[in-house]
């Protein structure tokens, strides 16, 4: 079945590490999506690629970092200088204008 | 720049009940227009679209209505069930900003009660 896998689900982080979430989608789309959300909010991009070996940065991309090295992968690394990490992150692809998201399940980071 | 606005939750309803949550939006040019759903724990998933002005999309019983005129996009369910529960996001997505990212809005929660 074609989707969008985001592992861990579940993620620790103590205080000045890195930790990378990965993103991993078999639907052959061009275009994939970091967002963030947090209790109450709408969700927020971080960054975003449409092509392999390119990616923008979205409106909180700071204290974020992320390769498109693949296709099917856009891993997101939270790095250290990112001061208020715990949150739910959500990866998602799309083909073009006008259709459908795919999202993945999710992965929830919790400082420690 | 492009924004969403949705009415706040939560909103608690009784079973059988009429739901309509509102969604008005600000854009340039002609964005495409979407209803997704959260269940606990999960990620989303798309629960229709409309892609011009007039359209409406529907599926599992909602209905929205691409409305350029007032700029909206209420989602409206004629008889909810205690399965409706879950968090419900209006989102438009405009090529000219950003790659055609999604803009969201922060979200509606909706109860059903038996």
């Known amino acids: 079945d074609g989707g969008i896998t985001q592992s861990p689900k579940y993620l620790f982080r103590k205080e000045g590490q890195n930790v990378t979430l990965s993103c991993e989608q078999n639907l052959n789309h061009d275009a994939m999506y970091w967002y963030r959300q947090d209790p109450g909010q709408g969700l927020r991009l971080i960054y975003y690629?449409?092509?392999?070996?390119?990616?923008q940065k979205g409106d909180i991309a700071e204290g974020y970092s992320v390769s498109r090295e693949k296709k099917e992968s856009f891993p997101l690394t939270v790095t250290s200088a990112q001061k208020n990490p715990t949150a739910f992150y959500l990866c998602?692809?799309?083909?073009?204008?006008?259709?459908?998201?795919?999202f993945g399940q999710g992965t929830r980071l919790t400082v420690v | 720049g492009d924004s969403v606005t949705q009415m706040e939750g939560p909103v608690t309803l009784s079973e059988e009940a009429f739901l309509t949550i509102n969604c008005t939006y600000t854009?340039?040019?002609?964005?495409?227009l979407f209803w997704y759903v959260q269940y606990p724990g999960e990620g989303l998933q798309l629960l229709l679209k409309?892609?011009?002005?007039?359209d409406k999309g529907s599926n599992k019983g909602f209905e929205a209505t691409y409305r350029k005129e007032t700029t909206s996009f209420h989602l409206e369910k004629g008889s909810v069930q205690v399965s409706d529960s879950a968090v419900y996001f209006c989102a438009l997505q405009s090529l000219y900003n950003q790659g055609g990212k999604l803009i969201f809005g922060q979200g509606t929660e909706l109860s059903v009660k038996p």
């Open positions: 998602a692809s799309l083909t073009g204008r006008g259709t459908e998201a795919f």
């Open positions: 854009a340039t040019g002609y964005p495409s």
């Open positions: 690629s449409q092509i392999v070996n390119d990616f």
């Open positions: 409309a892609t011009k002005a007039d």
